[in-house]
């Protein structure tokens, strides 16, 4: 999805005539009366998909179904069904939007929490290992997932270097891999900057070594292709481009061959073999489901499988190829018309998910300045506004009204308004 | 609620017409058109609260709103009301239904998950001793999770008998304590026979060796009046007594003055001091907050708040003394007119949930012909029907016609016609 010169603003509307993906606007609820998008110049520009994704149009009576009748009147009858959700989400996600197989990914619990028992899992498997290798700019809660299992284990952290802006250098990662390494913990999609690793290089390279690569796919799932053939282990999100609402629940992937050997800290009920005979002693079961834990959340699951057909529907290639052509938009018209921000995320598309920051000493008034004129960024610390346009709903014209607004608040100087310093969230 | 001899039918409807909380069954959806009760002969007798509860009336469209309006309508901007989700709702936990104090009760993840987190903080907390002890009889999520906790510690699970039907005797528990155990792990109410624990005495007593009891409420809260005042460490589940839906996040419980003392294994931003600035080292939050891991699970949480608010608005004495006054005449009449079967729980409603078991040879088949004749109870490997009438939705005249179908298929030799032993559920 290249795209010519975008000079005016009618140039940006042509993208989105010429858009394939456009129809799947209206799959999602939008700000208008009803659910309706409100297309009008005071609209809302939402460019924080990557935070939390919308809600699908088709959510709230699939969570209505499940609640009214699969819950309200199967009751207990209904588990025959909902024993293999977490399993069938899971085959979803990896068919349509990971490159997985059948039975290697399993929706279940939290990102963090499936991130420490594949952690767990994965040094357990690398036994006489005693590093784990985490870069230095990797989200916070990766970092501390990290240091909690290193620090109970007697383990040594490694900080891989990266660049804040444009991500991971192959050869940064080579010069702290050594057969100390069991796991390396890494985004594929760097939450502050977007830059986007390459899995199959980090994946070999660790291999090389000895050591599992543990992916973090939240800001990659839904947002780029991802082929998760070539990896060994991944947790991720699905309440970002994946639409699956607040705290939904997350997705693990292990590889099919290593499933065998690996084990979880977590031994739940329904991670073991043959669950309901409750036998004295767990046995995990095979595949996959080994990695489950506690009775999955039905409700929660449920709005992930809308979420995960829209995206399988709309298709990966198509996404990514129109995330590329979003932010390629974004960042062209800042380099017109916002020269006081600087680009703080790879410049080539080919290198980065679906949302770059900008770099400007009073991001956080920019911030406010910007969600004040309807357009919804998010903020980074300490300097960074990051802008994620969603390819399923996001339009060309939205990017070049965002940045429009963004242009006239500084012109302005009216983000200087607002306070300087964030205060605690509360 | 105690009452007289049941001799009909009619005595059993009189009990419901003296029924406080008659009004309550109207809170839940039932069996009829539209949700209505369908009180007809061949209705549905659902005594299977204990293992997923009903729908309460308020929850679709309480579930609705959160998705409809605070997802698709305030998107990220919600999460200013969704940050205290967690800690609201353990609160009002807390204040209606485990007598526990403000800043104490946190809902989270699985019960299984909260288990592993509070009994590996649990042991930390008690350097030195390499013993865990938990009930021969313990529900199987939790001998699971506590043997992989002892395995990976190196440590010691020590088994305290408990007789299947009349629960743990306190001299027992005596027997195995001393300086070596670190944590005892203890379903207030016991999954199988509904044995109700002496919370109070068996804190007391862990407490003279110096060991932290962690209690699995699942089957206590909502069932029974529970005084957390007197515990330590807890877990429990909500979506039993508590209406929270399948799969519904788990509580937690930790002590006031044990909080800053403890500390998680699964160390994830939201458990983190200042969360949002995402600082580089995890330094956990002050209070129960710092026993949260992962992004909250919003949608599956507000179900639980309606399920506590019903449960809160009837009064915990209320409800348990109903229950125990249910589960007297299920004993009753089973004496009377089920010679067949030997009740497998305690005889003294003071010493039982709101749940009982029945012991027959049969008892797989007796719960298929039992389903089959609209009675929903629950089978307990090898030999046990559970019967479970929730206080907030039977009615005394379901356990009457409840047993009288049963006494039919028994006269019958009905259930002889169904297998005898129990496929694997898949």
């Known amino acids: 999805m290249q795209h010519g010169p975008v000079r005016t603003r009618s140039d940006a509307q042509q993208l989105d005539a010429a858009d394939p993906l456009a129809g799947f606007r209206e799959r999602f609820t939008g700000d208008g009366p009803d659910g309706t998008w409100d297309d009008g110049p005071g609209r809302r520009i939402y460019l924080d998909g990557n935070s939390l994704g919308r809600l699908p149009r088709a959510t709230p009576a699939a969570v209505a ?18 024993v293999g959700q977490a399993g069938r989400a899971g ?5 349509g939007v990971l490159g997985a197989r059948p039975g290697e990914v399993l929706v279940s619990d939290s990102t963090s929490v499936n991130l420490f028992k594949l952690l767990e899992a994965g040094v357990d498997a690398r036994p006489g290992r005693d590093v784990v290798v ?7 809660t990766d970092r501390y997932v990290v240091a909690g299992v290193a620090r109970r284990r007697g383990m040594t952290v490694r900080e891989v270097p990266v660049d804040v802006d444009q991500g991971l250098v192959l050869d940064d990662l080579a010069a702290v891999l050594d057969d100390r390494v069991a796991v390396v913990v890494l985004s594929l999609v760097a939450y502050r900057s977007g830059a986007l690793a390459d899995l199959v290089a980090v994946t070999a390279l660790a291999r090389e070594h000895g050591a599992l690569v543990l992916w973090d796919l939240s800001h990659a799932a839904g947002s780029v292709e991802v082929d998760l053939s070539a990896a060994d282990l991944a947790v991720g999100c699905t309440y970002k481009h994946l639409n699956g609402g607040p705290g939904a629940p997350a997705f693990l992937y292990v590889r099919r061959e290593l499933q065998a050997e690996l084990r979880q800290p977590i031994q739940g009920w329904f991670g073991a073999s043959d669950q309901f005979a409750m036998g004295p002693d767990y046995e995990p079961v095979d595949g996959v489901e080994r990695f489950a834990v506690g009775t999955p959340p039905v409700l929660a699951t449920t709005a992930v499988e809308v979420g995960v057909a829209i995206t399988t529907e709309a298709g990966m290639a198509a996404i990514a190829a129109k995330g590329r052509a979003l932010t390629d938009l974004l960042v062209e018209l800042a380099d017109d018309r916002l020269p006081q921000l600087r680009l703080a995320s790879p ?20 911030t406010q300045a910007l969600v004040d004129h309807g357009v919804v960024p998010d903020f980074r610390t300490p300097d960074r506004v990051r802008f994620g346009p969603a390819p399923l ?21 009216d ?12």
């Open 415 to 426: 983000h200087l308004r607002y306070p300087a310093t964030r205060s605690r969230v509360t």
């Open 65 to 82: 179904r499940v609640v009214e009748q699969e819950w309200g009147r199967g009751l207990v009858g209904s588990w025959s069904d909902w």
């Open 393 to 413: 709903y996001t339009r060309f014209v939205d990017v070049w009204d965002a940045v429009d607004r963004l242009a006239e608040i500084l012109a302005a100087d």
């Open 134 to 140: 985490c870069s230095a700019d990797e989200f916070p």
């Open 347 to 366: 410049r080539d598309a080919a290198h980065r998910g679906a949302h770059v920051s900008l770099e400007h000493p009073q991001a956080w008034q920019l």
């Open 91 to 95: 085959d979803a996600l990896a068919a």
